[in-house]
């Protein structure tokens, strides 16, 4: 593998069954680099634009970037991209976590699935090699206990799994990677699903080449540092994204009463992220090789919202369910975030759908 790239990218076509690799010219790679860019290019050329974005026919997209898989700060994040089933138009969501990297070390820049299986199935990819495996078995099941049973054989094996709301098509539904970080964007979820395919796992041993190895160390070195001397970085490492509640609500960028009221620094207060340290913080959490770890593990120990450890809300979340329907009960939103994740949905959405319901 050179400059970052494995130099294959798999394609899966779930109608006949087949999985095989292809390659991308070095100049496309150059231009758009990885990521959403690179998937846009490759539906534009390749595919329909009118297909029904639940058809067999529109693509579901997982792309990395040559920086994925290299251990730099920050450089887990991959893309997954489809039309998108929610609004009809482009559909991307970024995701930390671990997949893409293990992706890249298994060889694969990229995925491109097309078509429809008869049967739910699994995508299996290790070490070069693609396989289609039956999961008529785990449909129905929630991604909790889908990825502990397809990580039971070796616990470095990464999964991303729909649960029964991207079966459903629910058009809001996530995608789960390793119960702790989620493509929750534009219902890609429910592409999966109307494609029957229940997970896809990776598992690699392959490290990615680099240009240059001297300068990557130097930059890597340079980066480092930077990130610990960093206030930002020391403040999404301490509060998570939802450090950005207050700022947000001194610059008039939080929702409040679904954006027909006014700053309210009293409910923002209770709903910002000292307080989320304070009061719910289990511990922090990091995306492969970040020194950040601005993810938060939550858990309300009691009362009426008690909920069991598990990922904690984003700042958009603790708006959705806080600030929009002026809810200023902190311990609400965890257990509103936590009680679906296994189904999944994008929290965003679900929060986001309360007011309408209110004001409807
Ligand atoms: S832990 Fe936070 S800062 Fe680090 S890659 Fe993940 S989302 Fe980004």
Known sequence: MQNGYSGKFL?????AGVCSDFTIEEERLKKFIGGSSLAASLYLERFD???????????????N???????????????????????????????????????????????????????????SITNNEASLLPATDL????????????????KSIKVLAIGPAGE?????????NDKGHYIGRTGLGAVMGAKNLKAITARGNQAPGKADEVKYKETFKTAVAEIKDSAFAESLHLMGSDAAMDLGTMTGDVPFKNWSAGEDAEISSKLSGPSLSEHYLVKAHACSNCPVAC???TAVKDGPYQSDEGPGPEYETCGTFGTLIMNSDLAAVPSAQVRPLPYPWNSMKKGSSAPKRRTA
């Open 168 to 176: 459903n098509r629910v058009m809001f539904s996530a995608i789960a």
């Open 295 to 297: 993810k938060r593990v």
């Open 65 to 123: 970037g040559p920086m994925v898989g290299s251990g730099f700060p920050g450089s887990s994040r991959f893309a997954m991209a489809a039309k998108s089933p929610q609004t009809g138009i482009w559909g991307e969501s970024s995701c930390g976590g671990n997949f893409g990297p293990e992706l890249k070390r298994a060889g694969f820049d990229g995925v491109i699935i097309t078509g429809k299986s008869p049967q739910p199935v699994i995508l």
């Open 139 to 154: 449909w129905g099941k929630d991604t909790y206990e889908t990825t502990d049973i397809l990580k039971a054989p070796d």
């Open 11 to 15: 394609q899966v076509d779930l109608t």
């Open 49 to 63: 634009l009118q297909a029904d974005p639940l058809s067999p026919e529109n693509p579901l997209m997982l792309i």
